[in-house]
């Protein structure tokens, strides 16, 4: 630079930067505001210098608060999340965090830098976490709440905060004036249990002292081998965060990391779990009092952040919280001695699922008082949590299934062409070619059916109702999965007159091809992979059966529940896979009108697939082609009677006036066994 110019200011760099910056204070005020920031977020500097940041939308608020405390250690953060801007929209973001240090060396602030994200991946990538760590949130906080004893609830949230962050171990510490009390535990020495200090030389008392949320300390800024959790070889950091209940810090939760680290990730979920910790402790809390002293019930009941009802021997309303009025907009008079205004869980620890008349989506869990033959009706909004949930459920059964498999499918086959062309008749070349043609083809629709998200996120499965031929597609089938490998024989036995059925083609030949790819998968040794078709009771049935590793017992009907994997099945590093590929089938088959189902044979497993036969009251004439329209779904865990066809309006016991979740098409994975066969 040349001397006679004056260097650049502070001021200067920051108001040139096309970056938004911001600087928070130690009390979380903001302190600096520069034009880009302003630009970004429609607020000028005037509107927010002076106080807390306002673009931090509400849901994320623990995610903001887990990072700060993060980046009290000196090391910068960068990660993907959202912002709300003035005018009330949401932008994604690339927000880096860094921490300021006083004069004394000790922290003092912040600096965020923002940048628009315009990478779709990562944003995508960042909502997929955040809906899978909602949805795992959800399974604790419903595990916290199934008993409504206090002290199966703290034993609950003890156990919860070493499964959802990773910690080693954990506990949660009692606030008792000015002492605390560790009075649970996991994966700690029991003759702690009862240990209790003073809360001023304690963590708990620092983190109170601090105003803040959660604390986090480890080896690197202070001493921990003097402290009680030193109870853990090799402790060396120690995430804390307060429990409230009524609005007052009732409790901590302690998480302690011996053989990994936390990152913000971790503290942003114990920070949520604590929130719902305290709402758990006050049900607990109000369950006990209102057990007691019935006399101040409605006093307790109404502190709590759920909704809660007290029902009476035949089911109907005697008490309504406050909660509950703002929950279902229902007044305390207008339920009291009636029956509530949404369906009950049909036994004590179930929760169900249900969709109020506005769109919101209530978890509703039920106890009973053993003393007065009462029941306690707890419920909350999740609607949110149900949003992010049928999000990822599509993204992963479409992308992760329908895209992928169709792919592979034509991979496959073009690979064999290249590698055998010579060595393959010009018949068996034409039909290898037709093959691809009609596997693009398909991938055509499928690609076609996921731009229609807006159909596929509310469960509507457009299904065919048209007449085919059941034995021809079977032996396009058998064809197109002979030559992806050289271990296993596959045969087809098809009766000449078979019938034609009805039903939608490309869906029964999805299905087909999962089936196959299920026995090439699950047969690593090789083997015969016996396809059998007959007409039986006016339906069409397809017999698949390998020779393969087989089911556990009892596991016939689990294979067809979501995520769900049988025995060696199992296996991620053998099979791999996301145990979507059962319960999508058994979902297109019913809306078929057939149904799959799953029989363990001496050696291997059965898959037995039914469709309707053309002329059984279907409706459809031969050669009309038109579609019967848009089908709901079912949804749940692919429950019901091994090859028991499902009556009108049934439904699932865990949930109620659902909408379907069903994806379009089948998403098909080629086995790894094939995909090795080829490559010998």
């Known amino acids: 630079m040349s001397s006679d110019h004056a260097p650049l200011s502070a001021e200067t760099v920051l108001t040139a930067s096309a970056d938004a910056v911001v600087g928070i204070d130690g009390a979380r005020r903001v302190t600096v505001w520069n034009p880009a920031a302003e630009r970004m977020f429609g607020w000028t500097a005037r509107e927010v210098v002076g106080r807390e940041a306002p673009f931090v939308p509400a849901e994320l608020s623990s995610e903001y608060g887990a990072v700060l405390e993060q980046v009290r250690s000196g090391t910068p953060l960068s990660i993907v999340t959202r912002r709300v801007r003035s005018d009330g929209t949401v932008i994604d973001v690339r927000a880096s965090t860094s921490c300021v240090l006083g004069s004394d060396g000790e922290p003092d602030g912040w600096v965020l830098t923002f940048q628009p994200c315009e990478n779709e991946a990562q944003v995508q990538a960042a909502a997929m976490e955040r809906a899978r760590l909602v949805r795992r949130l959800t399974d604790v906080v419903v595990d916290i709440n199934a008993d409504l004893s206090l002290k199966s609830v703290l034993d609950r949230i003890s156990r919860s905060i070493t499964e959802l962050t990773g910690a080693d171990a954990g506990g949660f510490v009692l606030l008792n004036e000015d002492r605390v009390e560790l009075v649970s535990l996991t994966d700690l020495s ?50 804390l965060c307060v429990s409230n209940v009524h609005g007052r810090p009732y409790g901590a939760l302690y998480a302690l990391y011996s053989q990994r680290k936390v990152g913000h990730v971790e503290l942003e979920l114990l920070e949520l779990l604590a929130a719902h910790a305290g709402v758990a402790i006050g049900n607990a809390m109000a369950y006990e009092e209102l057990n007691l002293q019935r006399v101040h019930e409605q006093v307790v009941a109404d502190s709590s952040a759920d909704g809660i009802a007290v029902l009476d021997f035949g089911g109907r309303v005697r008490k309504w919280n406050r909660s509950a009025v703002e929950l279902t907009g229902y007044p305390a008079e207008s339920v009291e001695g009636r029956h509530p205004p949404f369906p009950l869980p049909p036994a004590h620890g179930e929760p169900i699922k249900h969709q109020l008349k506005d769109g919101r989506w209530l978890e509703i869990l039920m106890a009973r008082i053993p003393r007065t033959h009462e029941w306690v009706v707890d419920f909350r909004d999740i609607t949110a949590q149900r949003a992010m949930e049928e999000e990822q459920e599509f993204f992963l059964a479409t992308s992760g299934h329908e895209l992928r498999t169709p792919i592979t499918v034509i991979h496959g086959l073009a690979t064999t062409l290249v590698r055998k062309w010579s060595r393959l008749s010009p018949r068996s070349q034409r039909e290898a070619v037709g093959t691809i043609a009609d596997r693009s ?230 086995s790894t066994s094939a995909d090795a066969s080829r490559r010998r």
């Not at 480890?218 to 003097?226: A, F, K, M, S």
């Not at 069409?540 to 995520?563: I, K, M, Q, W």
């Open 190 to 239: 029991d003759r702690l249990q009862g240990f209790s200090a003073p809360l001023e030389t304690s963590l708990f008392g620092e983190l109170l002292r601090s105003g803040k949320s959660v604390l986090l300390a480890n080896e690197d800024t202070r001493g921990l081998q003097d402290l009680v959790w030193a109870d853990l070889p090799g402790l060396h950091t120690i995430a």
């Open 441 to 670: 083809a398909n991938l055509v629709t499928l690609v076609e059916r996921l731009r229609l998200g807006s159909d596929a996120s509310r469960g509507e499965l457009d299904v065919d109702r048209v007449p085919f031929d059941l034995r021809e597609l079977l032996g396009r089938a058998v064809r197109a999965f002979r030559p992806l490998s050289d271990q296993h024989d596959v045969v087809l036995v098809a009766e000449e007159d078979l019938p034609m059925t009805v039903g939608d083609p490309l869906a029964t030949g999805m299905i087909m091809d999962q089936l196959l790819d299920n026995a090439l998968k699950f047969s690593p040794e090789g083997g015969t992979i016996h396809v059998c078709a007959r007409a039986e009771d006016g339906k069409a049935v397809v017999v698949v059966d390998d020779e393969g590793l087989g089911l556990v017992p009892g596991d016939e009907e689990r294979v067809f529940g979501r995520f769900v994997r049988s025995g060696p099945r199992g296996d991620r590093s053998r099979f791999g896979g996301l145990g979507l590929g059962l319960y999508i089938v058994r979902q297109l088959a019913r809306e078929q009108g057939g149904d799959v189902t799953a029989h363990r044979r001496r050696q291997g497993t059965r898959m037995r697939f039914t469709v309707p036969v053309h002329g059984r009251g279907d409706g459809e004439t031969a050669g009309s082609g038109e579609r019967s329209g848009p089908v709901a779904a079912r949804t749940g865990a692919g429950g019901g009677a091994s090859g028991a066809d499902h009556p009108p309006g049934h439904r699932e016991a865990q949930e109620t006036t659902k909408t379907s979740k069903s994806p379009e098409a089948l998403p098909r994975q080629r």
